[in-house]
Each structure stands twice: as structure tokens, then as C-alpha cells.
């Protein structure tokens, strides 16, 4: 049995019947990146020994009759941004490259509890700041349908590894569109769940108010089954919601989406989108529209407005003090320097890239004294507005139909020069981010051209159900998204 | 409104970045350009907005006061650039604190 082609859901069931060992699943998943990770530079740090282990383990347990759980020796690959105890955790930076954590970030202990056997950690843009992996201190990912274009960012290096079958589930990290941007652009769902749905305990911080961890794959079913994992409440993560209630897969398999009120944003239409997105929300739309749905303008000014502005004063705000703990003194790259602030500047110099450096001046700047009111107050106070005008929104509908992306995945180095070019590609994902809501970005076919098309829903807080349904009827359609390189996939 | 040079050194010293001379030319494009950008806000009438008054977020659990014991102590010491038994080392801190 070749378990290459199948789900994560069919996977699990397959090593709990033992049509398959966990042995042999993960044998399969190295098999699959020894062939295609020369071209597509997806992974900072495989785990094969670890995993083959683990892959034995669950087998073992299985052959007791215990319950391995519902992700049994189902390889999965974590963003290099999520601590695993003992095991290198870059976060893409030099600053961190032999860092090797005390403890397992909680999502890794909920996979690994569940039986998943974590195969590698994937690259990333520096301390996840970027739209395209090629800000990583080690390398940059390519996208797996054309390697000359980037894979998008900065959960790049997870998006990617979906993409080419390494396995059929991956962890990124949404701070700004960092999940659904890089599905997008690599040809798979990404899931960016509600502020508080999953726990960020040992996700290693970038802007916290905005950070949520959340899974890639190439199946709503997996997505709903990886939610169903992931969200639990946690003590350890203060924000962290008492909210989250698993039982994601148990709501698929609804037949149509007669009620469902669909919303699309009228500023959003004035906004140069590539025409090869414009023609998928118009393909999504039909197929919604003749699942039942019905279809209403919505409008958000503000969010148009002042999304992108507030977004960058935030986050890099955010970003400055959380980075402040990178001193050369508890972990990490230190400098030799004679006095302390020596040993701080130096390590600091030395250790952030150049983008990570700009964030935090710019973060430092609208922070400091004489700026915060016309910086960082006023972004706050359009944050609140942004909010305000998606829960009104939402009073009309249940969700939005939105481009993932204005443009379809451009050519690596292309943005890299200009870094407000590259700031513009997250306008549509970002205002998620700023109102703490769930979005789901799904494949929506190819453009002649060969490259991955994504459209993304958004929904009202704690409406992901509502999100993975409407992806479903559209999996209906349009099937589930192929793997690169010709792997076969259910 | 534009960020000179020197205020850019100065932003670089309190966020305790060593920046090279020639780096410094870039950032200060780059900040004021960002700037520019974030000059859309003012365009915006936020008057009566409260900045932190989120409807999106839940309360903030309260938890016990509990000492939880925590087994990773040494695997985070053993991180340390430096390190003298339980503490980290840092080098001279009392001179040359001029700024």
C-alpha cells in the first residue's frame, strides 16, 4: 500500500488497521523529501532518526491494541518557529541557530499525543517577519510549481512541504497572513484559526496580540481533524480561550449551503487584483451560489483604509519589545564585548538580518517618546474601528469571500529590494489579524501559467466551522488540491 | 517629519542594535518611507475611538497563585554563552554606562 497518496484522516485509519506501519509511513514521507528537497529547500532541520523512533513506537502500541490516536504515523512538518525539546529551533535566524529548547511548545505536545510523528521543521522568514522564506538567515524556500518563484512567507517552508506530499499536515504561523498567504501561493489550504483557538505557548513570539498558530493541508477533512487536535485550552498561554471546543470533522458533510449568507467587500473591488484571482473568486462564487449560498455586498472602510498602516506600526511595535529578550546573555548567539551594552549591541548587530533590524527600529521608533501618540495610539484607535466593522459585517453575514493575495506568487527577488512592495502583498490578510478572526485560504485552481490561484473565506470569531463547510462544498467541485511533481493524492 | 541620520543611531542605541554606517543610509530610507505610509492614518477620524477597548478579546482568566515545579531548569542554563554554576555571566556592567 503506497500511503504517498493518502490524507492524513485515511492515513491514521490505515496504520490503526494495519494496512500500513507508522514504520513505513515516515520511510515514505523521507523517501519523498530525499527526492525533492534538492529542488525546493522546504526543511532547516529533518528529524528522520527521531521520527523512524516514534513511527516504532506508535507501531508497537498499535500491535498492543492501544489507541494511538487519531493522527497515528501521520508525518506532519512544524514551522521552525515552534519549540521541540532539545531539537534546534532557528525561528530562520542566526541569532537562534543552536538554540535548542528546554521545552515542547504545546501544539507539538498535542500533535505528539496524538500520535503524529513530526518529521522536520520547516524554514521561515526570520523570526517570521516576510511574505516570501527569502528572508531566512540559512536559505530561501522555492515554490514547488515553479522554482524560480517564492513559496510566500514566512511559513514558506510549511506551505511548501504540503505541497510537494512530504506529508499531508503542517503547522505554520498567521501574524499578518503568514499561513494563508504561503497556501496560496504553494496550492493548499491554510487555516489561520481565531485569536485563542490555539494555544502559543512555545511559538516563539513575534507580535503576540496577533500571532495564532494554525495547520496546513491538502484536505478540508485534515484541516477539520487538525483542528480537532490543536484546539484545547491551555493554562500556560494567558489568551488562550476556555471557548475552544473540539469537534471540527463532526460538522462536515453538510450537503448544501442553502441559508448561508455570503459576503463580498465592496472597497476590496476597487483594490488591483491580478485578473487570474479575480476569475477564481468568480469561479468560488458560482460554485457557493449553486451550493444555496446567497451573496450580499458588505462594507469596511477603515479596513481598507488603514489595515496595511496599522498593521505595520503593530506589529513592528510588538516585535521590538518581544525581541528585546535576544541579548547575548541567557541563549543564543552572544558577541564578545567588553561591557554589557557592548555584548548587547554587537550580539544583536550580528545576529538579526537586515529586515528583522528594520522591524525593530521601526517598532523602537513609533514607541519612543514623542511618537507613541501619533504612532502607535492612533493605530490602536484604527485597530478598535477595524474590529468594530467586522463585527458589524457579520451582523448581515456569515462570511467574506476575499483574495488571499492581490497577485499570484512572483519571482524571488522581485520584492526584496523594496520592502513596503513586499509589505502590500498581505493587504487582504492582515486586516484578519487585526480583528482576531479566523480565515481559511484555499486552492482555487491553476493560472495558465501553471501557477496555484488562492481565494480565502473569513469568518465571525469561533466560526471556523462555518469556514471549513463552505471549503468543503468547493472541494466538492473543484476536488482537492494535487501535490507538485506529479504525486498522486486522493 | 523626515528621520535624520542621527535620530536613526539614536533609535538603533535604545533598541541595542549595533548598526553599521553603512546600514544606517538604508534604514533611514526605509523609516521614512514607512512614515510616509503610516501618514494614511491621520486621513482617518478616530477622535472618539478607544484605543484599547477591544470587543474582539476575552477577559483574561485569573489563575491561582501555585508554585508549579518546572523540570527544565538546567536544560535552560545549559544554553548559556556564559555560565558560573546556576547564574549567567555577563561581562562589566558598571563602566562606560555613558548613554
Redesign the interface.
Given at each position: 500500500m503506497n500511503s504517498l497518496g493518502l490524507s492524513a484522516t485515511d492515513l491514521a485509519t490505515a496504520v490503526k488497521n494495519r494496512e500500513v506501519t507508522a514504520a513505513e509511513t515516515v520511510a515514505v514521507s523521507i523517501g519523498r523529501i530525499a527526492e525533492l528537497e534538492g529542488k525546493v529547500h522546504a526543511l532547516l532541520t529533518p528529524l528522520y532518526d527521531r521520527a523512524l523512533a516514534r513511527a516504532s513506537e506508535i507501531d508497537r502500541k498499535i500491535g498492543k491494541g492501544e489507541d494511538a490516536g487519531p493522527l497515528a504515523g501521520v508525518p506532519v512538518v512544524v514551522k521552525d518557529n515552534l519549540c521541540m525539546?532539545?531539537i534546534r529551533t532557528t525561528c530562520g535566524s542566526r541569532i537562534l541557530e543552536n538554540?535548542?529548547?528546554?521545552?515542547d511548545a504545546t501544539v507539538i505536545r498535542l500533535l505528539e499525543e496524538a500520535g503524529a510523528v513530526i518529521i522536520g521543521k520547516a524554514n521561515m522568514d526570520e523570526f517570521a517577519m516576510g511574505s516570501s522564506t527569502e528572508n531566512s538567515a540559512f536559505f530561501p524556500t522555492n515554490n514547488p510549481w515553479d522554482l524560480e518563484r517564492v513559496p510566500g512567507g514566512s511559513s514558506g517552508g510549511s506551505a511548501a512541504a504540503v505541497a510537494c506530499g512530504y506529508a499531508p499536515l503542517a503547522l505554520g504561523s498567521d501574524t499578518g497572513g503568514f499561513i494563508r498567504q504561503p497556501a496560496a501561493f504553494c496550492g493548499v489550504y491554510g487555516l489561520k484559526p481565531t485569536?485563542?483557538l490555539v494555544s502559543r505557548y512555545g511559538l516563539v513570539a513575534f507580535a503576540s496580540s496577533l500571532d495564532q498558530v494554525g495547520p496546513f493541508a491538502r484536505s478540508v477533512d485534515d484541516l477539520a481533524l487538525a483542528l480537532d487536535v490543536l484546539s484545547t485550552p491551555d493554562?500556560a498561554d494567558?489568551?488562550s480561550?476556555?471557548?475552544c471546543r473540539p469537534g471540527y470533522r463532526a460538522c462536515l458533510g453538510r450537503e448544501d449551503l442553502k441559508g448561508l449568507r455570503v459576503g463580498v467587500v465592496k472597497e476590496f473591488e476597487a483594490y488591483p487584483v491580478q485578473t487570474e484571482i479575480r476569475e477564481a473568486l468568480g469561479r468560488v462564487e458560482g460554485i457557493l451560489r449553486g451550493a444555496g449560498a446567497e451573496f450580499l455586498p458588505v462594507s469596511l472602510p477603515?479596513t481598507i483604509?488603514?489595515g496595511?498602516?496599522?498593521y505595520?506600526?503593530l506589529a513592528p511595535a510588538e516585535a521590538?519589545s518581544n525581541l528585546?529578550r535576544y541579548?547575548?546573555?541567557?541563549?543564543?548567539?552572544?558577541v564578545e564585548?567588553?561591557?554589557?551594552?557592548?555584548?548587547?549591541?554587537?550580539t544583536?548587530?550580528?545576529g538579526?538580518g537586515?529586515e528583522v533590524?528594520?522591524r525593530?527600529?521601526?517598532g523602537?521608533?513609533?514607541l519612543?517618546s514623542g511618537y507613541y501618540d501619533a504612532?502607535y495610539?492612533?493605530?490602536?484607535?484604527?485597530?478598535?474601528?477595524i474590529?468594530?466593522e467586522?463585527?458589524e459585517a457579520f451582523r448581515n453575514v456569515d462570511l467574506l469571500l476575499m483574495p488571499t493575495t492581490p497577485t499570484l506568487p512572483f519571482r524571488q527577488g522581485e520584492n526584496s529590494e523594496d520592502?513596503?512592495q513586499m509589505y502590500l502583498s498581505d493587504v487582504f490578510t492582515l486586516p484578519v489579524n487585526l480583528?482576531?478572526?479566523p480565515a481559511l485560504s484555499l486552492n482555487a485552481g491553476k493560472s495558465p501559467g501553471g501557477l496555484p490561484v488562492g481565494v480565502q473565506f473569513v469568518g465571525p470569531?469561533w466560526g471556523e466551522e462555518t469556514l471549513l463547510g463552505a471549503a468543503e462544498a468547493v472541494e466538492r467541485v473543484l476536488g482537492k488540491p494535487a501535490a507538485a511533481f506529479g504525486g498522486e493524492w486522493v | 517629519m523626515a528621520?535624520s541620520k542621527e535620530e536613526?543611531r539614536h533609535?538603533?542605541?535604545?533598541?541595542?542594535?549595533?548598526?553599521?554606517e553603512e546600514?544606517t543610509q538604508?534604514?533611514q530610507r526605509?523609516?521614512n518611507?514607512?512614515?510616509e505610509?503610516?501618514?494614511?492614518?491621520?486621513?482617518?477620524d478616530?477622535e472618539n475611538?478607544?484605543?484599547?477597548?477591544?470587543?474582539?478579546?476575552?477577559v483574561?482568566?485569573w489563575?491561582e497563585d501555585t508554585v508549579v515545579p518546572w523540570d527544565?531548569r538546567?536544560?535552560?542554563l545549559?544554553?548559556?554563552?556564559?555560565r558560573e554554576g546556576d547564574y549567567?555571566r555577563?561581562?562589566?556592567?558598571l563602566?562606560?554606562?555613558d548613554?
Open positions: 525539546k532539545g538554540w535548542h529548547p528546554p521545552y485569536y485563542g493554562p494567558a489568551t480561550s476556555r471557548r477603515t483604509e488603514a496595511l498602516p496599522c505595520y506600526i521590538s528585546a541579548d547575548g546573555v541567557r541563549w543564543g548567539l552572544s564585548a567588553e561591557h554589557l551594552v557592548d555584548l548587547y549591541m554587537k544583536r548587530g550580528e538579526f537586515a533590524k528594520r525593530i527600529l521601526t523602537t521608533y513609533v519612543s504612532y495610539l492612533v493605530a490602536q484607535k484604527a485597530r478598535t474601528q474590529s468594530r467586522f463585527t520592502p513596503i480583528a482576531s478572526l470569531r | 528621520v536613526v533609535i538603533a542605541l535604545l533598541a541595542r542594535l549595533h548598526v553599521e546600514e538604508s534604514l526605509h523609516l518611507g514607512i512614515l505610509h503610516f501618514g494614511r492614518l491621520k486621513s482617518l478616530l475611538v478607544d484605543p484599547f477597548a477591544r470587543e474582539d478579546l476575552d483574561t482568566p489563575r527544565g538546567e536544560g535552560a545549559s544554553q548559556a554563552p556564559r549567567f555577563v561581562p562589566r556592567i563602566e562606560n554606562e548613554e
